[in-house]
Structure formats: C-alpha cells, structure tokens
Nanobody, 130 residues
Framework: QVQLVESGGGLVQAGGSLRLSCAVS????????LGWFRQALGKEREFVAV????????NYADSVAGRFTLFRDFAKNTVDLQMNSLKPEDTAVYYC???????????????????????WGQGTQVTVSS
C-alpha cells in the first residue's frame, strides 16, 4: 500500500524559509513523478512543483520558480521542498502526490494536473505572516 506523509509545515514570517518533506513508502518511485500542490483557504488546489524521481528533472509553477527547490533522497525515499523568500500568498495547505501512470518526461503538461496523481498525502499547513 502506497503511503505519502508530509512534514515540516509551520508558521514563518514573510521573507523566511521552510522545508517540507514527503516520505513515500510502499512502492518505488523509479521512473515516476512526485509533485507538490497547495490549496489556500477558499481556493482550488494548484500545482507547485514536480520532480521525475530517476532523472531528477524538475518543473516549477511560475509563482514559486526561483524561490522553491526540490531535493530527493534515495536512501530515505523522500522528496523535500525547500521554500525560501516566503510571501503571505504562499500560505496554504501543501500536499505531495505520486503519479505512477507511466514513466514520465518532465515536459508532460499533465504533470501540473491533479488528475495525473494516484496517491496523495494528508497535507501540511504553511502559514506566512506579513
């Protein structure tokens, strides 16, 4: 059974940093994709970033590019989202999700779609105060 567990959320002032972690168990991620999404109160869930596990290629939403970075740890089977220069508009519940549909290329636009992902974590709250 595939399980994804996020950790690392919290409260931070604008301009600060947080590092979220997603631990995956129950299945190898080799060749597959792991994405991060977020959902602010009253808004739809949106794409943040994605990494292709084997090659390590990444893609980021325009709103976070240059501020957020993905890191993978083969030994721990985790993907971390390092978030720097945080803004109040980054406040949201952050979710990690795994896509096992096929061996993905980072160029696939479907990786930004919620429907592509088969398994989701429970989410972790990130609050950025102004």
């Amino acid at each position: 059974q595939v399980q994804l567990v996020e950790s690392g959320g919290g409260l931070v002032q604008a301009g600060g940093s947080l590092r979220l972690s997603c631990a995956v168990s129950g299945r190898s991620l080799s060749g597959y994709a792991l994405g991060w999404f977020r959902q602010a109160l009253g808004k739809e869930r949106e794409f943040v970033a994605v990494i292709i596990w084997t090659g390590g290629t990444t893609n980021y939403a325009d709103s976070v590019a240059g501020r957020f970075t993905l890191f993978r740890d083969f030994a721990k089977n985790t993907v971390d989202l390092q978030m720097n220069s945080l803004k109040p508009e980054d406040t949201a519940v952050y979710y990690c999700a795994a896509a096992f549909g096929h061996y993905y290329s980072i160029r696939e636009s479907s990786l930004a779609s919620l429907n592509t992902y088969d398994h989701w974590g429970q989410g972790t709250q990130v609050t950025v105060s102004s």
